[in-house]
């Protein structure tokens, strides 16, 4: 029987399924399901600096009579931050001591602020490793892409000082050069680069005249975008890779792992499906591997990289070319 069990971040997982930051790994209950379908390991729901402050700002106008002085505005949000946070380092707590899979804590990161510390309570309360989710949307027309950069290296410099455990950053592909910025991530010491964030996107609503928000869910067709990254970064990175965005299925994980991917982390398909779609991927990764001849992941993993690639032009193609699509 094959060997499906692959080494990310320097933590040994039996598969190479992940599931990835969301609501579906905000409690204990959902994280013992993951584990039961398969799952080789969870990164937890991002805190988010955003999400603490709203809570606070929240509490503080539901009690607008009240007419807290500053003073008292900063205990509340004080005691919000404490809150949320404690109730992170619970869920890592209480989920490594239901499960024997590797959870991953996430912190989203935006600016420095206070991170650094909480990293370090993460890495006390027992998480295995440590995600950081950092996106600067490139909007401001005031900030050079180089200041944008600036930033991730600052927050990585910081944390990687702090904790022991391994740290993976959590990128989107807005960067203009894009393969240099992932290696030079991957010279600051972190073990892992998670290839992309999918983040929130605006849509409008044309007879409304709203705006609202357009898929929250991947789709398959969104794979070939990390596919093509994973298989040029991969023998360039000095750290392990995981994928993200559009793995819906067992061929989409054989793929990621061709390309050079030592793990795949997922959340649409389970929204869609359920945690025992995990169990249906395996299989295929399974059987494939039986198929093939593999006995273990290793023996497969960046065969289809840009470095063992037989025709690696391929990932480099970016134009519809009758010549090449086939397609006038
Ligand atoms: C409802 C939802 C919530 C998410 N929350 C987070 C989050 O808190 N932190 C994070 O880094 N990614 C978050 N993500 C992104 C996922 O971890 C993942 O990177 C993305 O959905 C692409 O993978 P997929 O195609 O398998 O869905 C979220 C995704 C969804 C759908």
């Given at each position: 029987m094959a060997d499906l069990s692959t080494?990310y971040?320097?933590?040994k997982l039996k598969n190479p399924i992940i599931i990835g930051?969301s609501?579906l790994t905000?409690?204990?209950e959902n994280i013992k399901e993951a584990a039961a379908n398969g799952a080789a390991a969870v990164v ?51 989920s490594?001591?239901a499960v024997d899979i590797p959870i ?113 869910f991947s789709?398959p067709?969104?794979l ?18 995981s994928a993200s965005?559009g793995v819906h299925d067992g061929k989409a994980v054989i793929k990621e792992l061709?390309?050079?991917a030592?793990a795949v982390q997922i959340a649409s398909v389970i929204y869609k499906k359920g945690f025992q779609e995990i169990g249906v991927m395996l299989t295929e990764l399974e059987s494939w591997m039986d198929r093939h001849?593999f006995?273990s992941t ?31």
């Amino acid at each position: 029987m094959a060997d499906l069990s692959t080494t990310y971040l320097g933590l040994k997982l039996k598969n190479p399924i992940i599931i990835g930051s969301s609501g579906l790994t905000n409690s204990v209950e959902n994280i013992k399901e993951a584990a039961a379908n398969g799952a080789a390991a969870v990164v937890l729901k991002s805190l988010f600096e955003e999400q603490i402050q709203h809570a606070a700002n929240q509490a503080i106008a539901q009690n607008e009579q009240a007419d807290f002085n500053t003073e008292a505005k900063e205990y509340i949000r004080n005691y919000t931050r404490i809150n949320d946070v404690d109730t992170y380092l619970n869920l890592i707590r209480e989920s490594k001591n239901a499960v024997d899979i590797p959870i991953i804590a996430s912190i989203n990161c935006v600016s420095m602020a206070e991170w650094t510390e909480f990293a370090k309570r993460i890495e006390a309360a027992g998480a295995d490793a440590l995600e950081l989710n950092i996106f600067i949307l490139p909007s401001d027309p005031h900030f050079s892409g180089e200041q944008n950069e600036q930033i991730y290296f600052e927050i990585i410099n910081k944390v990687i000082k702090t904790v022991k455990i391994p740290v993976a950053v959590k990128i989107s592909y807005y960067f203009s050069g894009l393969a240099k910025m992932a290696l030079k991530l991957s010279w600051t010491g972190i073990a892992g680069l998670v290839l992309f964030n999918r983040f929130y996107s605006p849509d409008i609503d044309i007879e409304n005249f709203e705006l609202k928000s357009s898929n929250v869910f991947s789709s398959p067709a969104e794979l070939p975008i990390s596919l093509r990254w994973v298989a040029m970064l991969s023998s360039k990175v000095q750290c392990d890779i995981s994928a993200s965005t559009g793995v819906h299925d067992g061929k989409a994980v054989i793929k990621e792992l061709l390309a050079g991917a030592k793990a795949v982390q997922i959340a649409s398909v389970i929204y869609k499906k359920g945690f025992q779609e995990i169990g249906v991927m395996l299989t295929e990764l399974e059987s494939w591997m039986d198929r093939h001849n593999f006995a273990s992941t290793d023996q497969f993993i960046g065969k289809m990289s840009v470095g063992k690639a037989e025709n690696p032009a391929v990932y480099e193609r970016v134009q519809f070319m009758k010549h090449f699509s086939g397609i006038e």
